[in-house]
């Protein structure tokens, strides 16, 4: 158990529809960061937070949102769905603002399904 | 231009070392190398870090010549368990994406 927890596990929706994905980092963690991971694709980063404010964006689109809250848990907001957003999508945390320098905890993903 | 290459899979069988190599010919002077385990749907683990020379620890070795352009994983006398893909992660403060690339497939075999 890494201590990051996501939920929900599975979901599924129909296109165009909007959900929610909540992650809650390992206690201390002021870092969370989100990625996707398409099938047979490699982990693509998202964005992260940092002590509620963004630190760094990947190539997240523009229908996907995220926020981190005062309580350092985060909501990652997929709107406007398609098809091709079916996908696990990954929570981590660390302690520190830099993943390649630090060791990260991934929680166990939440698999998206858009039918 | 690629942070990090590493091969795409390899195969090995139970009880035989395997050991992977990852080169970064940019790593910057205050970068550390991290590796990560990913088994199929799971989130990946962080499973050593290292700066320099060796380091080990209770699942692997991580071997780092002094240039540190390259490093290399050991996993000791695999088991079928350890068959997951294997990430390379290097600093780097020039593109800040964060992304784990394709990653060395491990297989290994009875």
């Known amino acids: 158990d890494s201590g990051v927890t996501q939920t929900p596990k599975h979901l599924i929706t129909a296109t165009g529809q909007r959900v929610t994905l909540r992650c809650s980092p390992r206690s201390g963690d002021l870092s969370v960061y989100w990625y996707q991971q398409s099938l047979d694709q490699g982990l693509q980063f998202l964005i992260q937070y940092y002590n509620g404010e963004e630190r760094a964006k990947g190539n997240i689109l523009e229908r996907f949102s995220a926020q981190q809250f005062p309580d350092l848990h985060s909501e990652l907001n997929l709107s406007s769905l398609e098809l091709g957003d079916s996908a696990l999508y990954f929570c981590?945390?660390?302690?520190?603002?830099?993943?390649?320098?630090?060791?990260?905890?991934f929680g166990q993903g939440t698999r998206l399904t858009v039918v | 231009l690629a942070k990090t290459t590493q091969p795409i899979s390899m195969d090995s069988y139970e009880g035989q070392e395997v050991n992977i190599t990852c080169s970064h010919n940019?790593?910057?002077?205050?970068?550390?190398i991290t590796w990560y385990q990913q088994f199929p749907s799971q989130g990946p683990r962080f499973i050593i870090q290292g700066y320099k020379t060796k380091v080990t620890n209770e699942v692997a070795s991580l071997f780092i010549p002094a240039d540190r352009k390259s490093s290399t994983l050991s996993l000791p006398r695999v088991s079928l368990s350890d068959t997951a893909v294997y990430y390379c992660l290097v600093g780097d403060h020039n593109d800040y994406k964060l992304s784990f690339g394709a990653g060395t497939t491990v297989t290994v075999r009875a």
């Open positions: 981590a945390s660390s302690a520190r603002d830099d993943l390649m320098n630090t060791e990260a905890f």
């Open positions: 940019n790593i910057a002077t205050n970068d550390y």
